[in-house]
Nanobody, 127 residues
Framework: QVQLVESGGGLVQAGGSLRLSCAAS????????MGWFRQAPGKEREFVAT??????????TDSVNVKGRFTISRDNAKNAVYLQMNSLKPEDTAVYYC??????????????????WGRGTQVTVSA
């Protein structure tokens, strides 16, 4: 069983940056991919980015509000995935969740395909 724990959230002013971290514990993660989702109050959980664990290839949401500002990366040795968020906007305010896929191919953007989830970390961007 893999446990995921997010950290790095907080309160930041618009235009600022945050770096979210997600550490996998319980066993070494040798699955297919890890990803980040977010959920704002009253909205559905939204895909942000994913990274293939073996080769580091990445895929981002098509949302114009995220592309070019967020960067996902991984550190296999540390069993960790990161989300660097720059030029933050108030609409980025949400709980950000880390998730992992055990087996698969390609990129997964739907929450139901993910096998493990963290509890989330709150990101609040003030105007």
């Amino acid at each position: 069983q893999v446990q995921l724990v997010e950290s790095g959230g907080g309160l930041v002013q618009a235009g600022g940056s945050l770096r979210l971290s997600c550490a996998a514990s319980g066993q070494t993660f040798n699955g297919h991919a890890m990803g980040w989702f977010r959920q704002a109050p009253g909205k559905e959980r939204e895909f942000v980015a994913t990274i293939n664990w073996s080769d580091g290839r990445t895929y981002y949401t098509d949302s114009v509000n995220v592309k070019g500002r967020f960067t996902i990366s991984r550190d296999n040795a540390k069993n960790a995935v990161y989300l660097q968020m720059n030029s933050l906007k108030p609409e980025d305010t949400a709980v950000y969740y880390c998730a992992a896929v055990r087996r698969g191919s390609g990129y997964y953007t739907i929450p139901q395909f993910y096998d493990y989830w963290g509890r989330g970390t709150q990101v609040t961007v003030s105007a």
